[in-house]
């Protein structure tokens, strides 16, 4: 009977520690899903117009801040994996993105960052100026957790401007659809999968005791998940056409 029960016990081990690891890959590389139909959809139709850049510019901020937070507070290796994966994502949207707007480009002007225009911040025509940005900015991180990694106050923050980037990351969208008081040619799918996609990412920060910058960020990515789902019933889009 004991040896039953062991078994049993053992069992129940190694399907717990199965659907753990299928958590942590599903967390490691989900984010990163998303932006392969993207991907796919910028290379069949040589055109760039249907997705903005700046979400690479947020989400290369968050993942970058996150690596330094980690370097001060080490905390599951699942989430460290996670931010390097996403960023090497975001770099392959940026070239591809540089790559087809170069190649449609009537008039020969560029821009470049060494230009220092604001009017034209993160809307350069060269994939390595973008590459040259974020450089300056792990450096600028670099010196800063080195000077002050000993500072518990400068490593929380690290932390919570972190997740702050990547909360805000629907705020946009929130905020155009309450200014043409309208959700016309937004899809509702997306929004429905980003909320899938943070309620499963804050149960999993809960459950792992993650640090609470994490679980309090993403419990605010869902608040405006569901705002934004408010909005479409409130100003009485049809779903079923967006849902397309």
């Known amino acids: 009977m004991d040896a039953e029960v062991g078994l049993q016990e053992e069992d129940m081990e190694g399907s717990w520690t199965l659907l753990s ?9 989900g984010g990163a899903l998303p932006y392969v139909p993207q991907y796919q959809e910028i290379q069949r139709s040589s055109n760039t117009e249907g997705f ?9 901020i968050a993942n970058i801040l996150r690596i330094f937070f980690w370097i001060g507070k080490q905390f599951e290796l699942t989430l460290l994996l996670q931010s390097v994966v996403m960023i090497l994502t975001m770099f392959a949207m940026l070239h591809l993105c540089c790559a087809v707007q170069n190649t449609n480009r009537v008039s020969t002007k560029q821009h470049r960052l060494s230009e220092l225009d604001l009017r034209y911040f993160w809307k ?3 994939f390595e100026d ?5 450089f300056g900015f792990t450096v600028l991180c670099a010196l800063l957790t080195l000077l002050l990694l000993d500072s518990a ?15 805000m990351l629907g705020l946009p969208q929130l905020l155009q659809n309450f200014q043409n008081h309208s959700t016309r040619g937004m899809s509702v799918k997306m929004v429905l999968l980003w909320t899938a996609g943070d309620v499963f990412k804050t149960t999993y920060f809960v459950m792992n005791e993650s ?3 994490f679980w309090v960020c993403g419990s605010v990515q869902i608040l405006i998940d569901v705002a934004i789902l408010l909005q479409v019933l409130f100003y009485g889009q049809d779903t079923r056409v967006k849902l397309g």
């Open 211 to 213: 640090p609470a910058q």
């Open 153 to 167: 106050v400068f490593v929380e923050a690290l932390g919570s401007l972190a997740v702050l980037f990547e909360a």
């Open 21 to 29: 690891w299928l958590a942590s890959c599903l967390m490691v590389f």
């Open 130 to 134: 973008y590459l040259l940005f974020c």
């Open 124 to 126: 350069w025509s060269v």
């Open 52 to 60: 903005s850049t700046r979400v690479c510019l947020v989400l290369l």
